[in-house]
């Protein structure tokens, strides 16, 4: 069953949220996350580069916003360390 992201929605002090707050806070996601860091426990993107580093983050390869029918989908999946992950969202990768 598709995730459906819930409805763009403002804070208390009027500051826009991310539409996909929820998602990362359910019991579906962190049992999914579990589980997949269970079966792919290394960092995809050290592993490229010749070394090996535990995954901590489980990344949507195809972003949850741009294609939350793939939300639980492991062919959209990658584990990544937190270095890698972050230079990911935040662009630098």
């Known amino acids: 069953m598709p995730y459906a992201l819930p409805v763009h929605r403002r804070c208390e002090i009027g500051a826009p949220m991310r539409s996909d707050d929820g998602f990362y806070s359910l ?7 579990r589980a997949y860091l269970r079966r792919y426990p290394l960092c995809v993107e050290c592993e490229r580069e010749g070394r090996t580093e535990p ?14 029918a793939l939300a639980f989908s492991d062919g959209n999946m990658q584990g ?14």
Not at 27 to 33: L, P
């Open 80 to 93: 990544l360390c937190h270095g890698h992950h972050s230079r990911k969202t935040r662009g630098g990768h």
């Open 55 to 68: 995954a901590v983050d489980v990344d949507h390869i195809v972003p949850l916003r741009a294609a939350p």
């Open 27 to 33: 019991t579906r996601w962190r049992n999914f996350r």
